[in-house]
């Protein structure tokens, strides 16, 4: 019987094994695991200490890409790892200890806002955002400072999204839906998309604007500071435009050839070299002056004007405030010793995030006053003040003398009306979409007029230059190393210099850099 119970078991047993073996040799299981769901861009999150850093995060709110907002962040993030990749709780905490142990907070107490624009909607906005208030307030810092956490305390954004919310009201996607959060996702992503307006980003999804943000993220990292992305800007439009300038010369050299005197013929080489020349010029003038009118500088009287006529009845405490400014006017300078827009704002929004509720509502008054100038500088920005407008002017001048000598070419009249107009930098962009059109129909004349022959003589003359257009870019790339070799040891030095004000600070030193 024994025997028997035996045999049954082990025919069992081999079954099994057998199975087992089948089993594991690539016969599927009724249930296979599911594949990994990709990380994609799904949250966006902006941290304002003074450094104004940016985060991307993805479905699992772990980060995909981090960006320096400003130029302090970029020093505080400096050779900094361990950010991207993991949890945003994580990530938020180390920014706040990197702004403590860099100096950026010099007060026993500090305001971190914190603002969210999460594709999954406002319930997941408000647990993302208690899950980085626990973890910042937690944060190893300092014995003698304490971080508070708010959500989208920003005096100047929410002061230009009233504004714009009421401006288009009737318009869609400018209702409730228009947080602060979602407010500064549109604004970061149009900074780097030129062509996104306000009216279709309001109404994009957080998802598509996140991912337009994570692109501008991808773009900035190798930046190094701003100087450097000036200088690599420059750099990199001048020898464009020294190629462009080679192209366009080939095509007025195979009329030359042609000979100018055929009557009835049109010298399109000349006039393709003359619209091209122009449109290089003011092009990348317009892009000084954009700069420039977008942050304004401000006469340091006009804040004081307003400062000295605040009613003098206000609370003891909005009455410190607005003393304490009065006397440290330097604090409202950026790096270069101006007061601008940007370096108001970014006052401003550091003051109010360190005043209790109360002082808030009393010095919101003069805050909004003093962005009323800013508006003011904005909209009367003159161009022809500029030396900028100056030189735009002289490049228009050369276009009309070169219709002037060659009367017989017939000026486009809607050029020529764009041309007699030239006060704002709308006016200006106006004015390159008309030319730009007018350059394609001249291509396409061009192109009808010219013999096989005449554009193979183009080919052959640009040919020509491909050595020169070679040696061009290896020195533009030679200047740009050495420029990034400079920008890294100013931003080794002015890291190192954060940190020592930093354990000052701590220190219980007073430090008037902080």
């Known amino acids: 019987m024994k025997q028997n119970i035996f045999k049954v078991m082990a025919v069992v047993l081999v079954v099994a094994l057998f199975s087992t073996v089948l089993v594991a040799c690539g016969k599927k299981p009724n249930n296979p695991p599911a594949k990994p769901i990709p990380a994609k861009a799904s949250s966006y999150v902006t941290m304002d200490i003074n450094?104004?850093?940016?985060?991307?995060?993805?479905?699992?709110?772990?980060?995909?890409?981090v960006n320096a907002a400003n130029e302090d962040a970029r020093v505080m993030l400096y050779g900094e790892t361990g950010i991207v990749g993991v949890n945003v709780e994580v990530a938020s905490k180390k920014v706040a200890e990197l702004a403590v142990k860099c100096g950026y907070i010099n007060g026993q107490t500090g305001s971190v806002s914190v603002s969210i624009a999460a594709n999954a909607g406002t319930t997941a906005e408000?647990?993302?955002?208690?899950?980085?208030?626990?973890?910042?307030?937690?944060?190893?810092?300092?014995?003698?400072?304490?971080?508070?956490?708010?959500?989208?305390?920003?005096?100047?954004?929410s002061h230009e999204l009233e504004k714009i919310k009421l401006a288009n009201k009737d318009k869609v996607?400018?209702?409730?839906?228009?947080?602060?959060?979602?407010?500064r996702l549109v604004k970061s992503a149009m900074a780097y998309d030129r062509n996104l307006t306000m009216d279709v980003a309001v109404?994009?999804?957080?998802?598509?604007?996140?991912?337009?943000?994570?692109?501008?993220?991808?773009?900035?990292?190798?930046?190094?500071?701003?100087?450097?992305?000036?200088?690599?800007?420059?750099a990199e439009r001048a020898y464009e435009n020294l190629v462009e300038g080679y192209y366009d010369s080939a095509y007025t050299q195979v009329y030359v050839e042609r000979g100018l005197g055929q009557v009835g013929k049109t010298n399109f080489g000349a006039l393709y070299a003359s619209l091209r020349m122009a449109y290089r010029t003011i092009d990348d003038l317009n892009e000084a002056l954009e700069t420039i009118a977008e942050n304004p500088i401000i006469s340091e009287n006009d804040i004081l004007t307003i400062l000295n006529n605040v009613n003098p009845s206000l609370d003891a405490k909005a009455q410190a405030v607005i003393t304490e400014l009065k006397g440290n006017m330097k604090d409202l300078k950026d790096a270069d010793g101006?007061?601008?827009e940007d370096s108001i704002e970014a006052y401003l929004n550091k003051q109010f995030r360190n005043l209790d509720d109360e002082t808030r509502d009393l010095v919101e008054e003069v805050f909004e006053q003093?962005?009323?100038?800013?508006?003011?500088?904005?909209?009367?920005?003159?161009?022809?003040?500029?030396?900028?407008g100056a030189q735009i002017k002289v490049a228009i001048d050369a276009l009309n003398g070169f219709f002037t000598l060659n009367?017989?070419?017939?000026?486009?009249?809607?050029?020529k009306s764009a041309m007699e107009k030239m006060s704002t930098v709308d006016d200006i962009e106006e004015f390159l979409d008309i030319l730009e059109e007018v350059i394609e129909k001249v291509?396409?004349?061009?192109?009808?007029?010219m013999t096989d022959a005449e554009e193979a003589r183009v080919k052959e003359l640009i040919a020509e230059k491909k050595t020169t257009i070679a040696n061009a870019e290896a020195k533009m790339k030679e200047d740009l190393a050495a420029a990034r070799k400079t920008a890294e040891e100013a931003m080794k030095v002015a890291k190192e210099k954060r940190l020592e004000i930093g354990v000052t600070i701590q220190g219980g030193t007073t430090n008037p850099q902080a």
Request: charge should be negative; aromatic fraction near 8%.
């Open 203 to 234: 109404t994009m999804d957080i998802e598509d604007l996140s991912e337009i943000v994570e692109d501008s993220h991808e773009y900035y990292k190798d930046k190094v500071n701003d100087a450097f992305e000036q200088i690599e800007e420059a």
């Open 338 to 340: 101006n007061i601008t």
């Open 51 to 65: 450094p104004a850093v940016e985060f991307i995060l993805d479905q699992n709110n772990i980060v995909l890409s």
């Open 173 to 183: 996607g400018y209702g409730d839906t228009l947080t602060v959060g979602k407010f």
């Open 370 to 388: 003093i962005l009323d100038v800013i508006e003011e500088s904005e909209e009367n920005f003159n161009v022809s003040a500029t030396t900028e």
């Open 126 to 157: 408000t647990e993302l955002f208690a899950k980085i208030n626990a973890s910042v307030s937690t944060a190893s810092i300092s014995d003698t400072i304490k971080l508070t956490v708010e959500n989208g305390v920003d005096f100047t954004l």
């Open 407 to 415: 009367a017989a070419i017939t000026i486009d009249p809607e050029l």
């Open 443 to 449: 291509e396409n004349e061009m192109e009808a007029d």
